[in-house]
């Protein structure tokens, strides 16, 4: 599993019109081609390998589309190029495109395919604890490979042209891991290499559905996948070599030169070695591993985001592990989650990895039997989606480099097919990260493919209840209202930061789709009442899983005021992209709960907005007031009165939203003050942002990486006048600096910006692109910008 100079790459393929034909009517090329199997793995698990011979006279070009249920690896003449499918979910199943040149000769084109069987498709395993990731939704086991060129569809298409397929399915086995926490992301994988060289005899796959060639004059659907092209470019994979061989009793030097440069290692018969491998930083990627000989030997490659000390004595029974400085590894015990791989053979083989790991920590264990045993290469893929960052940022204040550095490496091993949560625990898209992680994605690139794609990948995610999802695509669905009432705020978010009009009307759609399903929990005073699902909101202490005071009877004034954010967010979209008739109806239902709110919730002695009936206080209720106008502008001193009460303080998640109240009452003192939690993960060798304080599940939750969007959006102060970036507004809010320079992607081009401060005043440069307009806020007063430079 190396990456390959194979002349194949993906492409993008145009998105069919008229999605209700799916299944009906053909739309894609590989609607034209059956799904197919292996004709005695119909139920249950399986490991397959489909094998297409090609005779080319002379030099070819071939394009197609290719697609399977669970995951598909794809390989030319032994050289992977290619893997997928993107999750997502049935009703909107991924289909990727490739297209490549062949030199003249006999090629091989090999898919590697595989499913787990579940309970949750209807689907048990008898005998097995072992489940398949939640994010990864099926409908079964399935494989599909269409020409884009009807001429090379007999050569191509499975079901016509001269596939075979080889059972693997008994050289691998599949143990549940054993982790603290919530840990969802499938089964370890354990191969025997003696078995993989002998698959079962090739043979010919059987349909398991037919291709959509022609249309259903009565309008009904095949069941099963309704195929979409998704728009995401190929993951990246690239061999990392290096990092550092700790913990280990002798040999350290002829590990560390396997590691390095690929320099074989030989282990005596009989012998047991374990060995600690520091990358050095925090990579996700595919295990690496070709053996030669060592009949019966085993090599466990298990990965582990951090090694853990004992807990402090007053931590509480249900705590995290405490890992302390990560950096440290001596005394502390390493706990965590891989794969194992038997060796045997005189040739060398290279292990298959089917799914990627990630952490900074690798513990493998080498045992041999009566052979000894050979590792040609031991080593990574590493893979993330290829999102690059393309701001840049200079300040006086070295640590502020550091953190905004600190929140694109997590954003980098974070974004894969999904803006994922954690890739340790889960690899899942939750809405309300997602909200905050599009919008880091706006401050590193100008690409939008993987924040449209998180927005449409909720919208699907209402067929099931007509609610979004908070998570999706997932084998299970799980509802939560609360993170539902956020994927308006995420649309309109990108309708202000990208200029895509069209896509942002056809999101219009779901948005009015979700306001109707909401509207029924409302009371008669247009405040909703208990809501379904989980109720998530943060994950302060005081509250038990993450819920509010009052969630229960419907009484929480951070529940009523999320659905005010979501009218908010609708309305904008309606006036800006909708209908003038709808932003009317909106505007009276955000009339009516911000009075409400203010009437049930708010404090007229103290202008504090309690979480309840006026028993538990937060910073979340107050700062959620403030960004949506129920108080005065001038009432910046809230803070300093809420700190005279007990009161449930902001985490790393919804910190996000603290730090936008912050900017916009202009209070650099707090923001700066709260930013301190960002620096003290500087100090603990953390080389991405945790999931919450310490003691933390996860070392990698992207949901923490805002602090670049607001680097930018917030201390420089940077914002969109208007929707498409087509303005500017920009209100510095330079705190302790004494000066800021960066630049930070727009939809037509980047704007540039060179700031100094002193005595509390401005001096510096903006400049805009091309057709950009804006206003700059300095304390002397407002001032217009233009395109090009703009000194001051």
Request: one cysteine or more; proline letters at 7%.
């Amino acid at each position: 599993m190396i990456p390959s100079s194979c002349s194949f790459t993906r492409v993008d393929i145009p998105r069919a019109a008229y999605r209700a034909d799916a299944n009906i009517l053909p739309r894609y090329a590989a609607d034209l081609a059956a799904w197919v199997w292996h004709p005695d793995r119909l139920a249950g698990t399986a490991f397959l390998r489909f094998r297409l011979e090609l005779d080319c006279p002379e030099e070819e070009t071939i394009g197609f589309q290719v697609s399977a249920d669970h995951r598909f690896q794809l390989a030319l003449d032994e050289e992977w190029f290619a893997a997928g499918p993107d999750r997502s979910d049935v009703g909107h199943w991924s289909i990727q495109g490739y297209r490549g040149t062949l030199a003249p000769g006999r090629h091989v084109l090999t898919a590697l395919v595989w499913w787990i069987a579940d309970a949750a498709y209807g689907v048990p395993n008898p005998g097995s604890s072992v489940t398949p990731p939640m994010a990864q939704a099926s409908f079964r086991g399935g494989f599909v490979l269409a020409a884009t060129s009807e001429a090379a569809a007999a050569r191509l298409n499975t079901g016509v042209a001269g596939w075979q397929v080889e059972d693997l399915t008994h050289a691998v086995s599949l143990e549940k891991g054993n982790v603290a926490g919530y840990h969802d992301i499938g089964p370890s994988f354990v191969v025997d290499a003696a078995r993989w060289r002998q698959p079962g005899p090739p043979v010919a796959p059987i349909v398991v559905r037919e291709p959509v060639i022609t249309g259903n004059p009565t309008g009904v659907a095949r069941p099963g996948w309704r195929l979409e092209t998704t728009p995401l470019r190929e993951q990246e994979r690239k061999r990392f070599r290096g990092g550092t061989i700790r913990e280990i009793s002798e040999g350290r030097e002829n590990w560390q030169a396997l590691v390095d440069n690929d320099e074989p290692v030989r282990v005596a018969p009989h012998q047991a070695i374990t060995f600690l491998w520091d990358l050095g930083t925090y990579r996700c990627g595919y295990p690496l591993l070709e053996t030669r000989a060592g009949r019966d030997a085993t090599v466990s490659i298990e990965w582990a985001e951090a090694l853990y000390e004992e807990p402090p004595e007053a931590a509480p029974a249900n705590a995290a592990p405490f890992k302390g400085d990560r950096d440290q590894v001596s005394g502390k015990r390493f706990a965590g989650f891989g794969d194992r791989f038997i060796c045997g053979g005189e040739e060398p083989l290279r292990f298959p990895a089917f799914w990627w790991r990630s952490g900074r920590f690798l513990q493998v264990r080498v045992t041999t039997a009566g052979e000894p045993l050979v590792v040609e290469r031991l080593g990574i893929v590493t893979t993330r989606y290829p999102l690059e960052r393309e701001s840049r940022l200079e300040c006086d204040d070295p640590e502020l480099e550091k953190i905004a550095a600190l929140a694109v490496s997590t954003m980098e091993q974070g974004t894969h097919e999904l803006f994922t949560d954690s890739p340790y625990y889960e690899q899942m898209a939750y809405v309300g990260d997602n909200v905050t992680e599009a919008l880091v994605s706006y401050a590193m690139t100008r690409e939008t493919r993987m924040a449209r794609r998180a927005i449409e990948l909720f919208d699907w995610s209402r067929s099931i209840t007509g609610l979004v999802a908070e998570r999706w695509p997932n084998a299970c669905y799980q509802g939560s209202a609360s993170y539902a009432m956020l994927w308006p705020s995420m649309v309109r978010n990108h309708a202000w930061w990208r200029d895509e009009p069209e896509f942002i009307r056809e999101c219009l759609r779901g948005v009015r789709g979700l306001i109707e399903e909401l509207l029924p929990y409302r009371r008669d005073d247009g405040l909703p009442g208990r809501l379904p699902g989980w109720s998530f909101v943060d994950w302060v202490p005081e509250w038990r899983g993450g819920n509010p005071p009052g969630h229960e009877t419907g009484d929480s004034s951070l529940l009523a005021m999320h659905w005010l954010l979501c009218l908010q967010a609708a309305a904008d979209l309606e006036e800006h992209f909708g209908e003038p008739e709808l932003l009317q109806r909106l505007r009276r239902l955000e009339a009516q709960a911000r009075a409400s709110l203010i009437a049930r919730y708010r404090c007229a002695e103290s202008g504090l907005f309690f979480d309840d009936g006026r028993r538990h206080l937060s910073e979340h209720a107050n700062a959620l007031a403030t960004l949506l106008g129920l108080r005065a502008d001038s009432e910046r001193d809230w803070p300093e009165k809420l700190a005279r009460h007990p009161h449930a303080r902001c985490t790393v998640y919804f910190t996000h939203y603290l730090f936008d109240v912050f900017a916009r009452m202009g209070r650099a003192d707090l923001f700066f003050s709260r930013l301190g939690l960002w620096r003290s993960f500087l100090g603990c060798g953390l080389s991405t942002i945790p999931e919450q304080p310490e003691p933390t599940r996860s070392d990698c939750h992207a949901w923490g990486a805002h602090p670049l969007f607001h680097i930018h959006a917030s201390v420089a102060g940077i914002r969109p006048g208007s929707p498409g970036f087509r303005t500017v507004r920009v209100r510095p809010m330079p705190g302790h600096l004494a000066f800021l320079n960066g630049n930070l992607p727009h939809p037509k081009g980047e704007i540039r910006y060179r700031l100094s401060f002193a005595d509390g005043g401005l001096c510096g440069e903006i400049a805009l692109p091309e057709g950009v307009a804006g206003v700059l806020e300095t304390p002397a007063g407002p001032r217009a910008l233009e395109s090009g430079v703009n000194a001051f």
